[in-house]
Every structure is written in C-alpha cells, then in structure tokens.
C-alpha cells in the first residue's frame, strides 16, 4: 500500500515524495496487560484495558500533524476514508475499486465502506470485533501472524457459531469493557468448566487462572465463589426440573447406592436412577449425594431412599429394584429397608467379584509370597540406588518401558498388574537383589516356589479378569450378563486347577466356593428367585439358561408366565407408565409373529375338521400373552455381540407384553457403578476428583457433572425423532 502511495499521491510540483516519509514505521506489539492485586473475597475483579492510542506508531502522529499544500490536503482525505477498521481488509486499486485481501475479490468503490463491510460479513464472517486486528502489528510479530493472520482469524470466525458470542481476539484488542452479552456467554461457560472437570468454586481465584482469562478478555471481570454458588444453584434447578420430567417416563427404576470416602475423611453416599426409556435407550441419573452418618443408625436407609424418590415427584411403587453397594457391615441395614419398602435387591457384582477372589488370596502361602512380593517393589520405590541400577540394566536389554506396579488391596485387578510386572522383570530384579545385601535393612527375596505360584496365580486371575472385560462392554451392562459369565468363570477355572499344585487349587477351590455362594449357583429356590436369572432369559442372547438344568428351566418359564399375567393385564396398564402395547402384528403363518385376537376369535368359532384327527389346536386357548412367550422362546438365539435393548427395539411389537418385562429386569445394572469405574486398577478421574470438593457445593457439581449432558443428548435425540418424517 505505501508503494501505491509513493507511485500515484504526488505534489504539485510533480516530484514523488520521499521515501521514508511515505512508509510508516512499524507499530509496536500490543502488550500484556499485568496481573492485578487481589481483590477482597467477593469484589469481582477486572482487568484494566490496555491503552490502545498510546501504542501507535510515531509516523502515525506525523502523519496527522503534516498540513499545507495539496500534498497535505490528499494525505489528509486518504487518512479520513482509512479511519474505518474495514480497510484492514482491503486493497485500494484507484479510485473507484478496492480488493478484498481474503478473497481477492474487486468490489466498487464510492467513497462508503458498506458495501466492504457487508461483504466482509456475509462471506467471511467477520463482524465489528474482529475488525480491530492491525495487519500491521501482525506483520511485526511472526508468533502473533500465525495465530493472529487475516486468513486464520477469518477461519476461525467461520467455525464460531455467531449465536455463541465467542470470538478470538489478540490481546490487547478488546474495548473499554466487556459487553454483556459476551460477558454472560464467558460466566456461563466459567460455571460449565466447574462441573464438568469437578474443579472447586474457588479455582477462580487461582493465580494461573485469572493469568489466562485476563490475557483471553483483559476487561472481565472476574467472578466471586458466591456468585458461582448463586449460578451453580440456578443451573442445578433448572436441570432437577428436566430430570423430574424425565424420571415421571420411567415404567421401573432401579435405585444404586455408591459409598465413598473423601480426603477429609467424610463417608458420602451416591444415590443414582436407572431405566429403560421409551426408546430403549439406558438412562443413568444421579438423583442425589449427601453425607452417610453413622449417628442416623442403619434402620432409616429406606425412608432415606424414599424421601430422595420424593424430591424427584417419584413414588416408591415406581422403584423396582436397589442395587447394593455398601460395606458388608451395612448389609442389616439393606435387609430392613427390603422389608420396609418392599423393594428387591441385588449386590453390586464388582464388590462380589472383590469377595470372592479375596476369599482365595486369604490362603497362607499365596498371602506370604503376596507380601514378599510388594516388599519387592517398595524397596525400589524408596531405594534410589537400587532404582538406578534396574534401569540400567532394563536399558542393557532394551525394556525401559516397563514399570514396577504396587497393587491395592481392595482392587484385585491392581494385584495381577503387581505380578505380572515382577515376572516381567523378574530376571532383572534378580540380578539387582544379588548385588545388594540382605538382611534386616536388606531387599526381601522371592523363593523359586514362589515365584512360581504367582506364575500359576496370574493364570487363574487372568480368567476372572476376562469376565470384568466382557461386563465393561456397553451391551453387556445388564445383570442378564451376571449368571452366564459368573457359571463360565467357575467352569474355566475348576478345569484349571485340574493339574495344578495343591496350594493352587486351594485357592481355586475357595474361590469357586464363594462365587456359587454369593450368586446362590448350587441352591434351586435361590436361582429362581433370582432377578439375575430372569433378566437372562428375558435377555435374547442368553434365553436358553445354560447355566440351569432343564427342570429348573421349566420352573423358570412358568415363573415368567405368571408374572405376565399379573404384570401385563391388557385393561389395566400400571398407573404411570409410559410406554402402551402397539397394535397386534399379524404376521403371516410360520413367521413366528403373533395373531390378532380377532382372528383367533373367528377361528374358535368354526371349528376344524382336522381336529377330529389331531384334536384342538392348543394355541386356540391359549392366551395371548402366553404364546408370546412361547413364540420368544423358541426364536433363534442371537449373537453374543448383540445389543439386547436394540433387539427388543426391533421386536417389541412381536411380543409386546414379554418386551414390558423385559425393559424392567434388562434396567437392573450388574454393577452400582460405571463399569470402567467398578472394575479399574486404581483411582479414577471422578473419583479424585469429587474427593477434594468442598462438601457445600458437592452434591450439585457431581448432579451436573453426570446429568448435564446426558439430559441434553436425550433431548436432542428426542427433537431429532420428531423431525424425522414418519
């Protein structure tokens, strides 16, 4: 541009002017603002805006100062039409076309930028706020043109929805002060940083944090723990209110109960929701956490769960089974509310699995060579030299990577890792122990035998650990996936300890006792009450009950028979349910599909003359509800890969009354947690997390942490449905 100038703005007397005085001199950087003082506990705090006139460039101010002559007169109408920020992003070519420096496109020139600004908008999505970026500056400062470049500026304005009010400015670039709308838009989304990554309240007044955000929007003001409180509870209400509405669709739920610890040494306890929607779709809710007393006695955990049902508008009736996951201690307390509210319950499967495999590490010799072995990883952790000395001799073989393990002892899944690391490492670490002394102060030691027994230990726990695979899986969250894997693993592992050492298959053996034990595989009367058991055949991958024998089969069906008579009655639909019975499908002979009852009806009137030779038609009397049954039994199996929920999705309308049981045992999770949670080696992100929070503000972070977005993603789907054109 200074070149155009020099070739086409010239004096009277015909000479061009000189060169420097028609290049401008670079203007300096914007500079980062400093960080303020502290501010009192609840004064918002704001970040002075930078002084945006005193950073121009000297030839600026001579520029202005120049006047006389035609020369001045032209430099000072080029210095009017250049005020406006447009021209930042065009070219002037003449005086009657500009070019726009994005695209290249030409557009005419009267003497009016809004025609420029327009275009601006419509094809680059650059709006008034953008238009304070100096190209110039950007030219000065090669990090600043990388993120700050026309072109990239105007790209990422394009991926920024406009409704959001979130553009990327450089520093120093904002006005006086923040806009409320934009200042809204960046409260909100401080308040969304804090219940997503379960951050505390008073992370706003960490240092690096207001570093970030006053670089980010120099003139926010920053805001106070009480006025995120005040947000916090706004936005909690607004979500209780969506989850109310959602929780009045549930024909069943199933209520969990999560205990933990935080760092202050406060017992918490998680109160979680669990159905089936009308889309056959799992719904997952946090409902509720608080503080688990001990001085509230254990006999009030029903009214407990009951006064959280009624907080939510839910009756009791409406909750058909608690999932438990307490302490064995608190076990009376679940037994009184069972009899209290009359609700059913299972024991989270994670917490069993931990008890029985414990059961089998509780033998001597496993517990002493155990012991050896963290004394073994421990004297690495702490011995500095002798840490030094294994990865030199890991480098000699090229294995750095791999890493001496500590188990936890409430996690079994940690003391495989702990095994397999000493064996990994085994030949290492023995070269290491042979080098330092022995003794009191000295490295323990494994014998041979022992290190043995953990080889044929990881052998067995591997097995069990292939189970916790398959119920992390997404269509395996159902506890109609508990019976058949528990009955595979104490097969699995029985054939293992066939050939196995004595001390080995005392540790099989008492871990096969407890499994049958826990889940009641050797007791009949146990098996068919069990809600495990109906959820599997209700569950078209696992119908056939292997795990049964065949009398206990038929007992099984003829259970689930009266049940859909008492629970599917086709007058009277349980008050406040969602979800009704489609029409009958009629489906042709030999589909496998029921009939009306129309049809039926006009057969049973006109005799056959086949039933002279074959007598009456047993499905004629039969009713519908139980030929449903019998028509779901003897549909083919599918595979183990399949989706249950998406199956019944596809099939409700075959066996609409087997497919009402079905949403309300298929809810009843097999563990009170998230699977990845109940079945990890250590400490998940959640659950550090939610340890430090601060117990006033607990209970609504976690509420929003895990109903947010799932809330959302219901109703999306929902909206996306309705627009879907039937």
């Not at 931990?354 to 072995?373: F, H, I, K, W, Y």
């Not at 609409?656 to 009170?672: D, F, G, K, M, N």
Request: glycine share 8%.
């Amino acid at each position: 541009m200074s070149q155009f100038l020099q070739k086409n703005m010239k004096p009277e007397g015909g000479e061009a002017q000189p060169k420097e005085e028609a290049t401008e001199e670079p203007a300096l950087p914007l500079p980062l603002q400093p960080y303020p003082q502290p501010a009192p506990e609840d004064a918002p705090r704001v970040f002075a805006p930078h002084n945006m006139a005193a950073a121009l460039g000297p030839s600026s101010r001579r520029k202005r100062e120049k006047g006389g002559g035609q020369e001045g007169a032209g430099a000072a109408l080029y210095g009017d039409r250049r005020k406006s920020k447009v021209w930042n992003y065009y070219t002037k070519l003449g005086d009657a076309y500009v070019e726009c420096t994005i695209c290249k496109k030409q557009l005419s020139f009267h003497n009016s930028t809004t025609t420029m600004r327009e275009h601006l908008v419509r094809k680059h999505s650059i709006r008034d706020t953008l238009l304070l970026l100096a190209p110039q500056q950007l030219k000065d400062d090669p990090a600043a043109e990388a993120d700050y470049g026309v072109e990239n500026v105007a790209k990422r304005a394009r991926q920024t929805p406009p409704e959001s009010g979130l553009l990327l400015l450089p520093p120093g670039a904002g006005g006086a002060s923040c806009s409320e709308p934009r200042g809204d838009v960046i409260l909100g989304l401080v308040l969304e940083m804090i219940f997503r990554d379960l951050h505390p309240l008073s992370v706003v007044r960490d240092k690096g944090f207001g570093l970030l955000l006053g670089y980010l929007e120099p003139n926010f003001p920053l805001p106070s723990p009480a006025q995120l409180s005040g947000m916090l509870w706004h936005r909690y209400g607004a979500v209780k209110q969506q989850l109310e509405r959602y929780l009045q669709t549930a024909q069943a739920i199933v209520l969990c109960a999560e205990f933990w610890v935080s760092q202050l040494s406060q017992s918490y306890v998680t109160v979680t929701a669990n159905f089936i929607d009308g889309e056959w779709r799992r719904a997952r809710c946090v409902m509720e956490t608080r503080r688990a007393r001990q001085e509230d006695g254990e006999g009030d955990l029903g009214e407990k769960l009951s006064g959280v049902l009624a907080e939510f508008g839910v009756s009791g009736q409406a909750v058909f089974c608690v999932l438990q996951d307490g302490p064995q201690s608190a076990a009376g307390s679940w037994q009184r509310a069972q009899k209290t509210c009359g609700w059913s319950s299972l024991r989270c499967a994670a917490r069993v699995l931990q008890l029985c495999v414990q059961a089998g590490l509780e033998v001597e010799a496993v517990r002493e060579a155990l012991s050896t072995a963290r004394g073994i990883v421990r004297y690495f952790q702490q011995d500095a030299k002798a840490a030094r000395s294994l990865h030199s001799k890991l480098e000699a073989i090229n294995k750095t990577k791999l890493k001496l393990v500590m188990d936890v002892s409430t996690r079994w899944l940690s003391t495989i890792e702990m095994c397999e690391s000493l064996l990994e490492l085994k030949w290492a670490l023995m070269a290491v122990l042979e080098e330092h002394p022995k003794g009191a102060t000295g490295a323990p030691a494994l014998a041979d035998h022992q290190w043995k027994l953990l080889q044929d230990l990881v052998a067995v726990l591997r097995t069990i650990k292939i189970a916790t695979a398959f119920l992390r899986e997404e269509q395996n969250a159902s506890a109609s996936s508990l019976l058949p894997c528990v009955h595979g693993v104490v097969g699995a592992i029985g054939r293992q300890a066939e050939e196995a050492g004595a001390v080995l298959k005392t540790v099989v053996g008492n871990i096969r006792t407890e499994l049958m034990r826990r889940w009641g595989l050797a007791e009949d009367e146990r098996l068919l009450e069990s809600l495990a058991a109906i959820a599997s055949f209700l569950d078209p991958r696992f119908k056939e009950l292997r795990f049964l024998s065949p009398g206990l089969r038929s007992e099984l069906h003829k259970k689930v028979k009266a049940m859909l008579s008492q629970v599917c009655h086709p007058q009277s639909p349980p008050v406040g349910a969602f979800w009704a019975p489609n029409p009958p499908h009629k489906a042709e002979s030999g589909d496998g599909g029921t009939s009306g009852q129309k049809d039926r009806t006009s057969s049973t009137s006109s005799p056959s003359v086949y039933d002279i030779l074959l007598g009456k038609d047993p499905t004629e009397s039969m009713p519908e509800i139980h030929q449903q049954l019998e028509n779901y039994i003897v549909e083919p199996l599918c595979k183990r890969s399949t989706d249950p929920l998406r199956w019944w999705k596809s099939n409700e309308h075959r066996f609409p009354a087997v497919a009402r049981l079905s949403r309300q045992y298929l809810a009843v999770p097999a563990t009170a947690v998230l699977p990845e949670q109940a079945f990890g080696t250590g400490e998940s992100t959640l659950e550090h997390r939610r340890a430090v929070l601060a117990p006033e503000n607990l209970d609504q972070i976690l509420f929003l942490h895990q109903n947010f977005d799932f809330l959302e993603a219901m109703r999306n789907g929902n909206e996306a449905r309705n627009r879907t054109p039937r």
